[in-house]
């Protein structure tokens, strides 16, 4: 009997041993065939161990992107990063033809995939049902839409802002965040979620836990992530928010089937939810799970993105207040030649704020790399540089916004930079010129048929917020504060700093 329990026990170990070496080939064998392929492309190398270069990446991405972006300039090249597979770093050149390869060949979703961890955050990186609803329901309505933005905008700032009868101290990040959660509540759940509290609170706080489960499994060896990544609490923090998410939507959802079904005078609401809930049989997301994580991935999508471009915008306006009052005065012109209404027409003639927005975003964007994408099959460039399947490109965009044969003088901060050019009349120089636009050498919502399909939205919400905000207040940095509050930054990543206060005081009529 012992005999046969030693050579029992033999036998596990000697499976369990063959079982972790076929694993470990697995494993590592794709890996050492990629990165045989990586070195045959030029590396910008910053240091010598990986951990220190991990290290410095994530604190040093910036200073790291424009000097490989100058080193190179036409050519592809690689940096490494904090994940254990090197990136490959794309000019711009190269853009117009990268764009036609397909999802089969350049993967958006699975780039995003990779980054967020979607095997145990479980958010949704490739809905067809967002963007169609967005481009085909969403940007068509902004029109009719507007004056209702408006009216939850103005009451939303009422609301979160203190009375600011003399110079008051504002942490304006977390009052922007939870306007822009009313505001985009409005157009995504319609009035019956969008001041539920439970619902706000999913907002304002939804993307900072994905934020956090991301980083502490960015942490973890990939090849330990199966076993140690679900037990996070980070993690189970989302399973969490998913299930209230389904709680707050369902007696909403039922409802609106129910009115639907019974009321032959009942008419349907115009917001994000109905929209989906009218196609949503057409992408098989009609339970409401799925429109529960649907809602969450545009919360993720839209409120804090659209809240740190805002704040950027009034931190940079406060260190340059000389140009408040220009600004104002353009809103106020507006405003007047459309009966006060915050309408398409009175937004599309605050040519001065919307140039000031633009290269506020040049110069403080969400980012400092674009059109990030997964290889999933080899492709040769027309310079003759192949990319292997496995890698993740990225563009540079903030050395690209820095290079002054982009953007002459590029170093200095114009906020008039993109009005003055759209004076210089021609339809597509004007259109090239507005926040909005993508191409090239305007990045930051992306670039062709996956450049964020909300931009419209979230332009027109982020103005309104800015116009409201410069009619009613002055601003201005805290006293002896002489320079602009420095953008916190991690790896690719940059956003303002919410511990910072401004100082706010009504305008006297």
């Known amino acids: 009997m012992e005999l046969q329990s030693l050579t029992g026990a033999a036998h596990t170990l000697q499976t369990f041993g063959i079982a972790s070496v076929v694993f470990v080939l697995l494993w590592f064998l794709p890996r050492i065939r990629l990165e045989a392929r990586l070195r045959k492309l030029p590396a910008y190398v910053y240091e010598d161990s990986g951990k220190k270069t991990a290290t410095t990446y994530m604190t040093s991405a910036k200073r790291i992107y424009i000097a490989g972006y100058n080193k190179f300039k036409n050519h592809v090249f690689r940096i490494s990063t904090n994940e254990s597979i090197d990136t490959v770093v794309v000019p711009v050149k190269f853009l117009p033809e990268l764009r036609k390869l397909p999802d089969s060949v350049l993967s958006f979703p699975e780039a995003v995939a990779d980054l967020l961890h979607t095997k145990y955050t479980k958010i949704s990186t490739d809905e067809p049902i967002s963007a169609h609803v967005a481009k085909a329901d969403l940007t068509p309505a902004l029109a009719r839409l507007n004056p209702i933005i408006d009216e939850e905008v103005e009451q939303a700032m009422a609301e979160e802002m203190p009375p600011c009868e003399d110079w008051t101290e504002v942490y304006i990040y977390m009052k922007l965040v939870n306007a822009v959660a009313k505001v985009s509540g409005r157009v995504f759940v319609g009035p019956e979620l969008c001041r539920n509290k439970e619902y706000l609170d999913a907002a304002a706080n939804y993307t900072l836990d994905l934020i956090s489960a991301q980083r502490k499994i960015s942490e973890i060896k990939p090849w330990q992530r199966p076993f140690l990544a679900p037990r996070l609490k980070e993690v189970k923090q989302l399973r969490i928010r998913e299930e209230k998410a389904k709680e707050i939507l369902e007696p909403v959802v039922n409802a609106r089937r129910e009115a639907e079904k019974n009321d032959p005078t009942y008419k349907k609401p115009d917001d994000m939810l109905q929209w989906l809930m009218n196609r949503g049989s057409d992408y098989g ?225």
């Open 285 to 509: 997301r009609d339970s409401i799970e799925s429109l529960a994580k649907v809602q969450l991935g545009l919360i993720f999508a839209a409120i804090h993105t659209t809240t740190l471009t805002a704040t950027n915008i009034l931190y940079t306006m406060a260190e340059r207040t000389e140009y408040i009052q220009p600004i104002r005065e353009e809103i106020r012109q507006a405003m007047a030649d459309n009966d006060g209404v915050m309408t398409y027409r009175a937004l599309q003639q605050m040519e001065k704020l919307d140039s000031f927005m633009k290269e506020t975003m040049r110069f403080y964007p969400p980012g400092f790399t674009s059109f990030n994408r997964k290889v999933l099959r080899g492709f040769t460039l027309s310079n003759g540089q192949y990319i292997p399947a496995g890698v993740t490109i990225e563009v540079p965009s903030h050395a690209v916004y820095q290079d002054s044969s982009n953007y002459p003088d590029g170093d200095v901060f114009d906020g008039y930079r993109f009005y003055k050019l759209r004076q210089q009349g021609g339809a597509q120089n004007h259109a090239r010129n507005q926040f909005v636009t993508t191409n090239e050498t305007n990045l930051a919502f992306g670039y062709g048929r996956h450049a964020c399909p909300g931009r419209f939205f979230a332009s027109n919400e982020i103005k309104m917020m800015l116009a409201r905000t410069l009619l009613e207040y002055d601003f201005k940095l805290p006293e002896g504060v002489t320079e602009r509050y420095p953008n916190q930054e991690f790896g690719r990543s940059t956003s303002p700093d919410a511990a910072k206060p401004l100082l706010f005081k009504k305008v006297k009529a």
